[in-house]
């Protein structure tokens, strides 16, 4: 177990689902914060987690090798949690050179700044010395009406984001292989829960609803994806981190498959009763062309997580949702001040400059 006396890094720590986690570890240990605070980075989100002794934020991006080896020199961590990434499917159709750099060789700076922390580390801090690499369901590709992605399956990524998040998962292993560096590799799936940046489905319906604009279904709805709540995400982190063996990987997923048609039902429906007015806000919902390579359907097999780790998913999707729906109708402020002058809620990645007003 994670004590105090030993110190974790994590990075995208501003982030949605960093954060999520250095909330989670600040208590049990002391949390090194890493982010750039790109454009879906805020510190807000890390206010929970508090400062000194137990928190410090270090404002860093991962492409920076040598400021990278400095900072595991000087904290010494016994783990790394790797979740610095772009993360935006429609970003990636738009830009897809600044995802291989962020996502792709961020990854392999910080892989070999940690190859070189742990070669120079004493004994004790190689032995318990951990690195877990935070990745996808998506690198595996698309599946159809039926299956599962399992940990044997092979890559299909499909778009830049998933193909830049698979170069990076194959550079893990291949430190793993050729140095012995003990890094774990984790694939989850979709993630829902507070402080989402609102390009994201889940924000992105809830703010356009609150604000009456149409709401976005690509093609005809039908696509489907498994719902993780982040804090469950979380806790499947903490423990690979701690019950997790060195050069494997762990599939973390809800259990929870909609598709993007039902999920909006759930959460628009959630919304009426929450925040009523005149009219029902599914109605805004408005089918546009389809995100091209938009994947089909993404389902991810636990049992491996749940065997070895003892972890299983504990938040329930409905209570999720519901959670979900009135921490936005709460922190609307939230939203409008992470979105000004960086994202005006419009649809990005048709690779034809349509456009959703």
Do not use: C
Request: aromatic share 8%; net charge negative.
């Amino acid at each position: 177990m994670i004590t105090n006396q030993h110190t974790v890094i994590v990075t995208g720590a501003a982030g949605f689902i960093g954060s999520a986690l250095v909330r989670m570890l600040v208590g049990s240990a002391r949390v090194v914060s890493v982010d750039s605070l790109s454009y879906a980075g805020d510190l807000a989100r890390l206010e929970a987690a508090g400062g000194e002794p137990d928190h410090r934020f270090v404002q860093l991006d991962v492409r920076d090798s040598q400021a990278l080896l400095d900072l595991f020199e000087t904290e010494r961590p016994r783990t790394v949690y790797h979740l610095a990434a772009e993360t935006h499917v429609d970003r990636s159709i738009d830009g897809p050179e600044a995802f291989v750099q962020s996502n792709t060789v961020g990854t392999v700076r910080l892989l070999e700044a940690a190859r070189r922390y742990h070669a120079a580390a004493s004994s004790t801090e190689r032995d318990a010395f951990r690195l877990v690499n935070v990745s996808t369901d998506e690198v595996y590709g698309s599946l159809g009406d039926e299956g599962v992605f399992s940990e044997s399956s092979p890559f299909d990524p499909r778009s830049p984001y998933s193909a830049s998040k698979a170069a990076a998962d194959h550079m893990a292993s291949a430190y793993v292989h050729t140095y012995g560096l003990p890094v774990m590799v984790t694939h989850a799936s979709n993630n829902y829960g507070p402080y989402q940046f609102p390009e994201k489905l889940i924000p992105l319906a809830l703010a356009r609803a609150l604000a009456g604009s149409s709401i976005p279904l690509y093609g005809d709805g039908s696509n489907v994806r498994d719902w993780l709540h982040v804090d469950d995400h979380a806790r499947a982190l903490i423990r690979v981190a701690e019950r997790g063996r060195p050069g494997e990987v762990y599939l973390v997923g809800g259990g929870n498959e909609r598709s993007n048609a039902q999920l909006l039902d759930t959460l628009l429906s959630t919304l009426n009763e929450l925040a009523p007015h005149d009219g029902d806000y599914r109605d805004l919902v408005t089918l546009v062309g389809d995100r091209p390579g938009h994947d089909f359907r993404y389902a991810v097999d636990s049992g491996k997580a749940e065997r070895e780790l003892g972890w299983r998913p504990t938040v329930p999707f409905d209570d999720g949702i519901r959670a979900t729906v009135a921490w936005y109708l709460a922190n609307q402020e939230w939203t409008r001040r992470v979105t000004e002058g960086r994202y005006r809620l419009e649809r990005l990645g048709t690779a034809s400059g349509e456009a959703v007003s």
